[in-house]
């Protein structure tokens, strides 16, 4: 019988991090997942992994942190999902975002070199890196123009992966991962906003979350957020870290794009959100300039037919589908929610 395989993965409690540890459980992995120490021990992603996973601190700012996760458990893989992930808050906080999402994941391909790990290594690349480009379809040879200080950080990042793998024969690869949404999104995100936000409305929620603002998400019933005419395309994160593990599997690295090769904008998000509550979106949700980008990028579409031809990976959940289901979740742990404060 073959030794049980071993991965570690940062950024556990977030939505990737969360689905992959999942999906790794399934396969028989043994997951390490790297959290950043914090007095917040709260991590609703991975309440049910409670027992089944090893959580260990470290911190991508922190070099030593990572060498002894990585020389403790010497993993056959290693997935690094963590980065600071926004990117609006990137415009705010350009050097934290460069020292983790830029140089993170360069310290921990320094300790798999430095320790001579036999570990293969994703790193989670996003379309981000093509920014501005005006090509109406993206494929792993379009050129990168990235233009926000997440997109940079997250360009630097993939070709020092690049760079890795042609200089120390280091089984690396970038997943170029277009949008991808889930229940377990956070609210920094524009998909989750508005299906958190049909749900406050949809159920009278008088007290709605907050938005990244500190302010609440929904008040007099509406919502406020940024362009409506930004277009993405968006798809299924829970599909989405199958390719990341497929990615890894290959003879040989490479890189990916990882999307649905389809486009609908923030305001059709907010159409079909709504309706699936029975709501009209022109009711509740409003534009403010303080959700707007500095600059936007391009609407394109991601060509998946690599990894389709290589990988055997295609996306299955329809963007209408998608966002059904995130109403249903929020609806569900809201009214779960106003339950349990109607019965204490």
Known sequence: MSAQRRAVVTGITGQDGSY???????KGYEVIGIARRSTHIHHENIQHLAGKIIVEYADLIDPHSIDHVLDTYKPDEIY???AQ?????SWRQPIVTAEITALGPVRIMESIRRLKLDARFYQATSREIFGGTQDEVVDEFTPFRANNPYGVAKLYAHLMVETYRESYDMFACGGILF???????SLHFVTRKVTMAVACIKLGVKHPPLNEL??????NNRLKIGNLDA??????AKEYVEAMWLML???QPTDYVIATNTAYTIKDLCEIAFAHAGLNWKDHVESDEQFMRPTEIAASKGNYTKAKADLGWAPETSFEDLIALMVDEDLRLLWEHKERSASG
Not at 214 to 219: F, H, I, R, S, Y
């Open 20 to 26: 992959l540890a999942d999906l790794l459980l399934e």
């Open 80 to 82: 690094n999902l963590a």
């Open 85 to 89: 992930s926004v990117p609006a808050d």
């Open 179 to 185: 949008n991808h949404e889930s229940p377990r999104r």
């Open 214 to 219: 500190g302010q609440p998400l929904v008040e």
């Open 231 to 236: 277009v993405r395309d968006w798809g299924y």
């Open 249 to 251: 599997q290959q003879d």
